[in-house]
T-cell receptor
């Protein structure tokens, strides 16, 4: 069972570069989420989607964009990477509102 | 004030002992509560949902106190493998499926 798959697992970028993180789920979940986790802080929601073709801003959306063109995929983009975006990024999905979320194993991103 | 607050710990627990810790939440309208477990540098994994009447899953017991707005997790007969960070998770009552995560309580079980 694949569940939620994130690619890449690790990436180092230079300031100003762009990149896209891919999240794919095979559980037919409607809801998908992107979080970042920094030391000493809880997971913070960046963007989320309640269905194919829909996206919405979370707690810390600045500097990120997302797209949900297919139900199973949720992409997170960094247009111009900044050192403050160095973090561990987790994608998650859930079948319905208020249901537990299933997480991918994370992308460790360093911006130099 | 943070929406979900946890004692960061660490709680150092001898193997076989019992440990318990709480999590407080600020939104009285919150309806869904969960405990997740996160191992170092790994993804969070659902440990258990928390129901109004309290619930138990093996050595783990979760309680909800709506009047005082906190949930608790108790671990009995602690195992070395229980060493992890435990995340308290509460739904944001005025949103669509969004969950608010606490920063976690670290538990270290020692031989």
């Amino acid at each position: 069972n694949a569940g939620v798959t994130q690619t890449p697992k690790f990436r180092v970028l230079k300031t100003g570069q762009s990149m896209t993180l891919l999240c794919a789920q095979d559980m037919n979940h409607e809801y998908m989420y992107w979080y970042r986790q920094d030391p000493g802080m809880g997971l913070r929601l960046i963007h989320y989607s309640v269905g194919e073709g829909t996206t919405a801003k979370g707690e810390v959306p600045d500097g990120y964009n997302v797209s949900r063109l297919k139900k199973q995929n949720f992409l997170l983009g960094l247009e111009s990477a900044a050192p403050s975006q160095t973090s561990v990024y987790f994608c998650a999905s859930s079948p319905r509102v208020n249901q537990p979320q299933h997480f991918g194993d994370g992308t460790r991103l360093s911006i130099l | 004030r943070k929406e979900v607050e946890q004692d960061p710990g660490p709680f150092n627990v001898p193997e076989g002992a019992t440990v318990a810790f709480n999590c407080t939440y600020s939104n009285s309208a919150s309806q869904s509560f969960f405990w997740y477990r996160q191992d170092c540098r790994k993804e969070p994994k659902l440990l258990m949902s928390v129901y109004s009447s309290g619930n138990e899953d093996g050595r783990f017991t979760a309680q909800l106190n709506r009047a005082s707005q906190y949930i608790s997790l108790l671990i009995r007969d602690s195992k070395l493998s229980d060493s992890a960070t435990y995340l308290c998770v509460v739904n944001i009552a005025d949103s669509w499926g969004k969950l608010q995560f606490g920063a976690g309580t670290q538990v270290v079980v020692t031989p």
